[in-house]
């Protein structure tokens, strides 16, 4: 099958490029390079270096690789950025997204994957967090996802197109060739990782006052390739026909707190770590943990990676060999 993966020169796009050609995908990777790296497309996919906003290219594309089903990466990822340039979240990943679907429908493409995230939930009213809970984004960038979420179904109605949205809880590890390197980075287990790298002195804890046990904010940090697993599940669900959900969490349904990431990297690296205590930032909720039971339940999928150790260290094996990113 032909696979066009929008974003899949990125951290996750990388990846999910990586295990798509494993599992005997034909892949074609549109990347603006804007936030991601050449030398992160593996060879065995096509990288065409295209901007979504570039919308006369896109069904030509569509047609001519004899794309089947696509799944969407690319998007604008900094929350804070979000809050002071809404214009350009709405641009890139609403109008951006929609220039992608109005393609895909005049080239006859039906079937689309959807990066989405934990944020669109805000503030969780209870935890793990289930698919039910209600949608209520407290940043541009969450609500810009809901609103492509809310577009799809829209299309599913009106059009045909058959999408699944999953909705990412923290990506983290890296593969055996690919990792994260985002510019800024503001991803935790990578900022941490810099200390031992020799690159920060210290790492600095927003928020020790939270209520959870050690006073530090928890997150679900799932593997990358784990998630990445997630969306060959999908893509086989669509493909197949088989009933799925619109939307589906991605986690391991284990919290971790900033503290416990803390000691396990330095467990995994032997760094003593110094830590700098710093307050909570505002729109931090104290715990984002996954219930991910659909998932399982509708498309058999099981994380591998499961304990926060086997994560950091496969990061850690990463950026020891990476210092500098794909240094491009
Ligand atoms: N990393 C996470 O923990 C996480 C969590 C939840 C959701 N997500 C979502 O997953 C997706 C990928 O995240 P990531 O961490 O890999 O980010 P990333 O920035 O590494 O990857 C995004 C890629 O999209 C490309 N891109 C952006 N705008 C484009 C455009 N207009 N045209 C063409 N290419 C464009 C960038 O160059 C980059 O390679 C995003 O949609 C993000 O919102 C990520």
Known sequence: MNILVTGGAGYVGSVIVEELTHAGYQVTVLDNLSNGHRAAVTPAA??????????????????????????????????????????????????????????????????????????????????????????????VYGETKVTFERALGWFARTSGLRSISLRYFNAAGASTRLGEAHHPETHLIPLVLQVPLGQRPAVQVFGTDYPTPDGTA??????????????????????????????????????????????AVRSVTGNPLPVIEQPARPGDPAVLVADSARLTADLGWRPRYASLEAIVASAWEWHRHHPHGYAE
């Open 46 to 139: 096509r990288l065409v270096v295209a901007d979504l906003a570039d919308r006369a290219r896109l069904a030509p594309l569509l047609r001519e690789q004899r794309i089947e089903a696509v799944v969407h990466m690319a998007g604008s990822i900094l929350v804070p950025e979000s809050m002071r340039q809404p214009d350009r979240y709405y641009r890139n990943n609403v109008i951006n997204g929609l220039h992608l679907v109005e393609a895909m429908l005049a080239a006859n493409v039906r079937l689309l994957v959807f990066s989405s995230t934990a944020g669109v939930y805000g503030e969780p009213a209870r935890t793990p967090l289930a698919e039910t809970q209600s949608l209520a984004p407290v940043s």
């Open 218 to 263: 928890i997150r679900d940090y799932i593997h990358v390739v784990d998630l990445a697993q997630a969306h060959v599940l999908a893509l086989q669900a669509l493909a197949a026909g088989r009933p799925a959900a619109a939307a589906y969490n991605v986690g391991t349904g284990t919290g971790a707190s900033v503290r416990e990431v803390v000691a």
